[in-house]
């Protein structure tokens, strides 16, 4: 894979992300940190299967598989560098079933079903009877 398909897949993946973030920023403005978490949870993989939607159907470089692992790889990522070390100065959101590894796991699940359902109805040829 190159450069350019990369960065693409980098991007929908940075663009979930910062939707999550968004989310939750402005989240914390209005409401308190457990209604913010629970919208969150809700709104991850609703992120990631619009994302994963748009990635499969016009791109779809790699494998529902390897997308999931990358997307969630970049948010567990962008999540250490950003808002543990640079805006909490702390990991204590790693501690956080809720907060952290079940939206990971649901943008996983989200991502890996809709590049499963994306890829396989463009698979899907019709077949006349011989």
């Known amino acids: 894979m190159n450069a350019a398909r990369i960065s693409i897949l980098l ?10 973030a968004a ?7 209005a ?3 457990d209604r913010v978490l629970v ?3 809700i709104a991850a993989p609703v992120f ?10 016009r791109f779809h470089y790699t494998s529902p598989l390897a997308t999931a692992i990358v997307f ?7 999540d250490f ?7 909490n100065d702390s990991l204590a959101l790693f501690g956080s ?3 952290t590894w079940l939206p990971l796991a649901m943008i996983f699940v989200a991502t890996y079903l809709t590049g499963w359902l994306v890829l396989g109805r463009q698979k899907v040829v019709v077949q006349t009877p011989k």
């Open 39 to 41: 919208v969150h949870a």
């Open 81 to 87: 560098l950003v808002a543990a070390l640079r805006i």
């Open 11 to 20: 991007a929908h993946a940075l663009a979930g992300w910062a939707l999550c």
């Open 23 to 29: 989310t939750t920023a402005i989240g914390l403005g």
């Open 48 to 57: 990631f299967a619009a994302i994963s939607r748009v990635y499969f159907w």
């Open 31 to 33: 409401t308190t940190l």
């Open 72 to 78: 969630v790889a970049f948010v567990l990522l962008a």
């Open 97 to 99: 079933l809720f907060g």
